[in-house]
Nanobody, 123 residues
Framework: QVQLVESGGGLVQAGGSLRLSCAASGRTFSSYTMGWFRQAPGKEREFVAVIMWSGGNTYYADSVKGRFTISRDNAKNTVSLQMNSLKPEDTAVYYC????????????????WGPGTQVIVSS
């Protein structure tokens, strides 16, 4: 399995931007489809975005479409999430994860998770 560590979270005002990064260890990173999820206090973990192993296809939750962009650099073993026009409702702990099987929007389909990075958007 691949080990994952997120970074880049922080406190930002509404309308601002943050860029999250996820560093992966392991020589097989380029074979993994990678996802970003988030979990707000008292809520279930929810899908944010996914990028296929080749980087050719990406999918987004409706709530972030047009504001967030997922990308990857297989040479550097990283996957990133550029977040623009942030809203208070984007406040959550953000996780990157490596996909195993099933629906790509289902957290249960992912086998490796990072510890998460906190994003707080103030109004």
């Amino acid at each position: 399995q691949v080990q994952l560590v997120e970074s880049g979270g922080g406190l930002v005002q509404a309308g601002g931007s943050l860029r999250l990064s996820c560093a992966a260890s392991g020589r097989t990173f380029s074979s993994y489809t990678m996802g970003w999820f988030r979990q707000a206090p008292g809520k279930e973990r929810e899908f944010v975005a996914v990028i296929m192993w080749s980087g050719g296809n990406t999918y987004y939750a409706d709530s972030v479409k047009g504001r967030f962009t997922i990308s990857r650099d297989n040479a550097k073993n990283t996957v990133s999430l550029q977040m623009n026009s942030l809203k208070p409702e984007d406040t959550a702990v953000y996780y990157c994860a490596a996909y195993l099987r099933g629906a790509t929007m289902n957290p249960g389909g992912y086998g490796s998770w990072g510890p998460g990075t906190q994003v707080i958007v103030s109004s």
